[in-house]
């Protein structure tokens, strides 16, 4: 069992920044392949970017690539999104999820979910 809680989401101006970090419970992090995903209003949930179990291996959407970082540490059981050059069109609630597969961009793959955090960019 894993438990997930998300931090860092606030508003910032198109162009800033955000860190969003995620925290999780349980001796077995480093098992778990770990995904951010998105939702805006209205629209479906949208993976954003994943990383491998020992961080080795990193997949982004194209709309983010070269923006957004994701990173993790084992040993302190935390999974962040670095989100640089913010656009509007990333305003979402953010959720970071935990996978017992290898690497995986697919939702349903996702075993584990935190409760979200917004963020949202104006313009």
């Known amino acids: 069992q894993v438990q997930l809680v998300e931090s860092g989401g606030g508003l910032v101006q198109a162009g800033g920044s955000l860190r969003l970090s995620c925290g999780a419970s349980g001796r077995t992090f480093s098992r778990y392949s770990l995904g951010w995903f998105r939702q805006a209003p209205g629209k479906e949930r949208e993976f954003v970017a994943a990383?491998?179990?020992?961080?080795?291996?990193?997949n982004y959407v194209d709309s983010v690539k070269g923006r957004f970082t994701i990173s993790r540490d084992n040993a302190k059981n935390t999974v962040d999104l670095q989100m640089n050059s913010l656009k509007p069109e990333d305003t979402a609630v953010y959720y970071c999820?935990?996978?017992?597969?290898?690497?995986?961009?697919?939702?349903?793959?996702?075993?584990?979910w935190g409760q979200g955090t917004q963020v949202t960019v104006s313009s």
């Open positions: 999820a935990a996978a017992a597969v290898v690497l995986t961009n697919r939702d349903y793959d996702y075993d584990y």
């Open positions: 990383i491998s179990r020992s961080g080795g291996v990193r």
